[in-house]
């Protein structure tokens, strides 16, 4: 029985490759499904909270 490293290391990338872009196009679908259920929640609510969804990741404070 042969041991060829080359043939191993190659699946194991081409592997690791198909699952990232599995595991990718999974992480899309919950950014888009999350994207979609802000939306509607801030459709709900009221125009502070829309206000607030300009800023997703930061809060908007004045300097003195």
């Given at each position: 029985m042969t041991f060829d490293i080359l043939k191993i290391l190659s699946?194991?990338?081409?592997?690791?490759?198909?699952?990232?872009?599995?595991f990718g196009?999974?992480?899309?679908?919950?950014?888009?499904?999350?994207?979609?259920?802000r939306k509607l929640e801030s459709a709900n609510n009221s125009d502070?909270?829309?206000e607030k969804d300009k800023y997703l990741y930061f809060e908007e404070k004045e300097i003195l």
């Open positions: 699946y194991t990338v081409v592997v690791i490759t198909i699952l990232t872009m599995i196009v999974i992480a899309y679908y919950f950014y888009k499904l999350r994207e979609r259920r502070q909270i829309q």
